[in-house]
């Protein structure tokens, strides 16, 4: 049964510039939510996803955006890249909004 | 707005002595997640508690849900090596789940 899977793993930009993070949930998951985490720092929501609408958005700006498909795979859309958006994306999927988390692995950024 | 306080930022204990985190919302929560993230890794669920005064145990891990359901512990019992790493509580409230800034757990050398 595979967890949830995220790719790319490390991922180097220029400001500027636009990226596109993927995400594929847990088996019988259909809840994909996305955090941003900078080095030492908690998780911070960006938004979640569910039957492909963004149900719920974090204090991040339109530069972030997302998408959810039928099969539940999600991606997080990131435009305009300014230094202070390298951290690690992680993505996380759940049975119910409110249900406990599976995290990927994640995908590194760095904006440079 | 909302928030979940968790203190300490950091704890620094020997091999064998016990560690203890505790998380205190501003606002009653409809249940409080923990998570561990060892360094480098991705946060892994441990557990969630719903009921009110509810105490669940995971070997070494006691983990506490207050009667207002407000504030909640971890509590970890002669720490070994592997308990290294930074756990989180997360509280869901107000169809949000609000994250505590974490407590690193380090074994001194």
């Known amino acids: 049964d595979a967890g949830v899977t995220q790719s790319p793993t490390h991922l180097i930009k220029t400001r500027g510039q636009q990226v596109t993070l993927r995400c594929s949930p847990k088996s019988g998951h259909d809840t994909v939510s996305w955090y941003q985490q900078a080095l030492g720092q908690g998780p911070q929501f960006i938004f979640q996803y569910y039957e492909e609408e963004e149900r719920q958005r974090g204090n991040f700006p339109d530069r972030f955006s997302g998408h959810q498909f039928p099969n539940y795979s999600s991606e997080l859309n990131v435009n305009a890249l300014l230094l202070g958006d390298s951290a690690l994306y992680l993505c996380?999927?759940?049975?119910?909004?409110?249900?406990?988390?599976?995290f990927g692995n994640g995908t590194r950024l760095t904006v440079t | 707005g909302q928030q979940v306080m968790q203190i300490p930022q950091y704890q620094h204990v020997q091999e064998g002595e016990d560690f203890t985190t505790y998380c205190n919302s501003s606002?009653?929560?409809?249940?409080i997640q923990w998570y561990k993230q060892r360094p480098g890794g991705h946060p892994v669920f441990l557990i969630q508690?719903?009921?009110s005064g509810e105490v669940k145990k995971q070997k070494r891990l006691t983990f506490q849900f207050g009667e207002a359901k407000k504030n909640s512990s971890l509590h970890i019992t002669a720490t070994q090596t592997t308990d290294v790493g930074t756990y989180f509580c997360?509280?869901?409230?107000?169809?949000?789940?609000?994250w505590g800034a974490g407590t690193k757990l380090i074994i001194k050398p």
């Open positions: 508690l719903v009921k």
């Open positions: 606002t009653t929560l409809s249940n």
């Open positions: 996380a999927s759940s049975l119910a909004r409110n249900s406990p988390l599976h």
């Open positions: 997360a509280g869901w409230s107000n169809y949000q789940l609000i």
